[in-house]
């Protein structure tokens, strides 16, 4: 029914999303195969951003990366109130409620885009507190929210490809994703359980806050 069908904006849902939502049943579910060629298909056409757009704080439906998001204008921008929570850097949000574990930036290879997205807070009453600037504000206090990303589909590929057996496939779709961040690529053993913890590892880092991180790995019994 969708086959055809192009949506005028990504708040709608097309073939692409519809395959993104499969591939997460079928990641929670344990249909590998599924798993693997409906992240395929969704991510098709959406190119993994720049490094350097990684900076921009994740709050632009028109970034090349979202398969799916709800857009904001300034007259109807009610979800843009939960940057207040999710921002931590940008002097207009309310409550920098969302601060980093040490060991959390510890994951980050130095080079990767996402390591410089750390920085302490020295303000006062904040002392001590890390924040990690991956979501921000636009200048006038609203932000578009990301439902999907390329890199989600990306990490089920990787995860689905690894618990099916095929390993190498899960690394070449890894490192896809690591090579987008400047982070260093995976060259370490191919065994099946090795390769799925670093696929876990990348996902929690790519995740980290929202993109369905708890769910899909609550559902698994696999939190960190």
């Known amino acids: 029914m969708l086959q055809n069908y192009s949506r005028n904006s990504k708040d709608k849902i097309d073939r692409s999303v519809v395959n993104g939502l499969l591939a997460r049943v ?78 959390f930036k510890d994951l980050f290879d130095t080079n990767d885009i996402r390591y410089s997205l750390f920085s302490w807070d020295g303000n006062p009453g904040r002392e001590g507190l890390l924040r990690y600037s991956k979501f921000k504000f636009k200048a006038n206090l609203i932000a578009d929210i990301v439902y999907m990303r390329a890199a989600e589909m990306y990490l089920i590929e990787a995860e689905a490809e690894a618990r099916n057996g095929n390993v190498t496939n899960a690394v070449t779709a890894l490192n896809q994703l690591k090579s987008a961040r400047n982070a260093n690529q995976y060259s370490g053993s191919l065994a099946q359980n090795d390769v799925i913890k670093e696929v876990l590892i990348e996902r929690r880092k790519n995740c980290s806050v929202k993109d369905f991180r708890y769910q899909t790995s609550s559902e698994r019994r696999e939190l960190w």
Not at 27 to 34: E, F, M, V
Not at 81 to 98: I, R, T
């Open 26 to 103: 079928y990641l929670n579910t344990g249909d590998w195969a599924k798993a693997s060629a409906s992240a395929k298909i969704a991510r098709n056409g959406y190119a993994l951003m720049a490094p350097e757009k990684y900076k921009e704080g994740f709050n632009d439906i028109s970034n090349g990366e979202w398969i799916w998001g709800h857009g904001q204008t300034q007259e109807q921008s009610g979800e843009s109130y939960a940057f207040h929570f999710l921002d931590v850097s940008s002097s207009g949000s309310y409550y920098y409620s969302f601060m980093a574990d040490p060991y």
